[in-house]
């Protein structure tokens, strides 16, 4: 793949090395100071749900990690903040945590990363264990991991060494639920959620004094759109960011499903698959992309557009480069990202069909049986994708067992991983910082575009730091479909797009499951980070347009 890194000129993969010995430092014994917190409030994930509880409490213990040949000592934080209506200032939502700070630290030299997934209606127990936290979990990714027992560990690849994390979940999710008379439906949608989640940052900055230190977003997936609308809110309300991270980002909703952008995904599932009829085999992933990714913006688009009329040439070219036989292409009018009437993704369940296997829409890499019982269920069905399949079991133990036992934190409420109530009831209407209604169109369809949120946040904050982060093997965000969001986003300064930058990974939707990929995503977070806080002069202009905004909300009317 071209080295070079700029959204607008190519594609640039990252190569994970290996975390040296000295970075798997071992996790101490709890300390005395422990506090350990039942917390009996019973959290209903349904849309008419709420508590009537509006107290804060949390479970909190001492740790340690080496990173880095370094030891960081730290707390962790388990509980709710309570966020309140910014009219009325009454307790709206109680909002549960978690939080890792390192201890002995000064508010203006540590930076702060606020985390949460996607959906909507994920909690942000995923990105916790899979990700950057002190500790993770063990997977056998890109295969099935067996069940348990299964093991966690401390984490060389934690942010902890450049940042203090809070991992946050929305309303619905976890153990966070609005407070009545509010119910959890008033907080699901685009806005609503953004504005939830901005009213849960500031209750944090004020509660722990944080509101100097510099500040980062990370989301996943349906996170990055929550990212990008967040980001100008928190700006509107005094906030302004130091970097935001997008990874395996849904931008532009008209965009899902556009065989232009899946194209190279789905090449590098042949090619990891070796089912591609290139003759000599691409030894370079990054390259191949780059080059299918060419293919594809031209001679595949164009043929496309011209179908039924075909280029034996391009057609040639197109089974090539996704291992499919020029008759099926053609029966699926060339379209590589079509779906059956089933919602199955033809691409997806037809690579491997001669082996009786289908392919993971969130890692194309991870397969699973397509045949008798297993071929009846759909693969896109979240839970039971091949991808989610190989990791529910070892998130869902190791998180009960990390939460209650090293955590210390115990309900008697269920833990809502995933909600689908939420995204059955998500208003995915949203008024963008032009003031113009988005959301659906006049036949009512899903047409979310936060690209331009993103964009109006970058101009307004010249020093924001932004990295675009995605998997090569993500047929659910491709990656060169987030590419060609970004790149059309209405963001004219050249100078303030250097801002953004863009990696790939041998990976899939959750990036960070890949043990290589993570550690490369570590070093290219690192970087940013760096680069973020070092410069002094970018560091005042921010406190600075967060000190005027702030000024001008809390200066009263003349």
């Known amino acids: 793949m071209a080295n070079n890194e ?5 594609l640039q993969s990252s190569h994970g090395a290996q975390a040296s010995p000295d970075a798997a430092g071992g996790s101490s014994p709890h300390r005395a100071g422990d506090q350990p917190f039942f917390d009996p409030v019973a959290y209903g994930n349904g849309p008419d749900d709420s508590v009537s509880d509006s107290s804060e409490n949390a479970a909190i213990t001492k740790h340690s990690i080496t990173l880095g040949g370094k030891k960081i000592n730290y707390t962790a934080t388990a509980g709710h903040l309570v966020t309140v209506d910014p009219s009325s200032s009454q307790p709206d939502a109680k909002m549960f ?59 060389p690849d934690s942010l902890l060494d450049k940042s203090d994390l809070v991992f946050i979940n929305p309303v619905g999710t976890g153990y966070s639920a609005a407070i009545a008379p509010h119910k959890n439906r008033d907080f699901w949608g685009v806005d609503q959620d953004a504005d939830s989640i901005k ?16 500040k980062f977003l990370f989301g996943e997936s349906y996170g990055t759109a929550r990212s990008c609308v967040l980001a100008y809110r928190l700006h509107e309300d005094g906030v302004d960011l130091n970097g935001i991270t997008l990874q395996s980002s849904i931008l532009d909703y008209t965009q899902s499903g556009n065989p232009v952008g899946a194209l190279p995904t789905a090449a590098a599932d042949a090619w990891y698959h070796k089912k591609l009829g290139v003759a000599p085999t691409p030894t370079d992933l990054g390259a191949f992309a780059e080059e299918v990714a060419q293919f594809a913006r031209t001679d595949y688009l164009a043929a496309l557009r011209k179908f039924p009329a075909t280029d034996d040439a391009t057609n040639e070219k ?20 079509a779906y059956d009437s089933r919602g199955n993704s033809l691409f997806l369940t037809t690579l491997l069909k001669s082996k009786g296997l289908a392919l993971g829409a969130y890692d194309g890499r991870v397969t ?18 091949p991808t989610m399949t190989a990791v529910t079991g070892v998130y869902t133990t190791m998180w009960n067992t990390y939460l209650n036992e090293q955590l210390k934190f115990t309900s008697n409420s269920a833990f809502t991983d995933l909600n689908d109530q939420a995204f059955q009831n998500w208003d995915f209407g949203h008024i963008d910082p032009t003031g113009a209604q988005k959301g659906t169109d006049a036949h009512g369809n899903i047409v979310l575009y936060t690209a331009g949120d993103l964009a109006a946040v970058m101009a307004l904050n010249v020093d924001l730091k932004v990295l675009s982060a995605n998997g ?25 797009r250097e801002n953004l930058s863009a990696r790939f990974y041998p990976s899939g939707h959750m990036v960070y499951l890949d043990g290589g990929s993570r550690t490369a995503l570590k070093h290219d977070l690192a970087a940013m980070y760096d680069s973020a806080i070092s410069n002094t002069a970018a560091l005042g202009r921010i406190r600075a347009l967060q000190a005027r905004k702030l000024e001008r909300v809390e200066k009263p009317a003349q």
């Open 97 to 155: 945590y978690v939080a890792f700070t390192q201890d002995g630290q000064k508010e203006e030299a540590r930076p702060l990363t606020f985390f949460y997934n996607g959906g909507p209606g994920s909690s942000s127990v995923f990105v916790l264990l899979g990700s950057f936290a002190p500790r993770r979990i063990r997977t056998s990714m890109p295969n099935f991991t067996p069940p348990a027992p299964y093991q966690m560990e401390d984490n």
């Open 368 to 385: 699973a049986i397509d045949t008798g019982i297993a071929g009846q269920i759909d693969p896109n069905s979240g839970g039971n994708d």
């Open 199 to 214: 009213q849960f940052i500031k209750r944090f900055l004020t509660k722990n004094n944080r509101w100097n230190s510099p």
């Open 472 to 496: 090569f093997y993500d047929f659910v965000t491709p990656f060169y479909q987030t590419v060609i969001d970004l790149q059309r986003m209405p963001l004219v300064s050249q100078q303030v």
């Open 6 to 10: 700029s959204v607008s000129d190519g």
């Open 318 to 337: 197109l089974s090539e480069y996704t291992g499919i036989d020029k008759t099926t292409l053609l029966a699926w009018s060339l379209d590589i990202a």
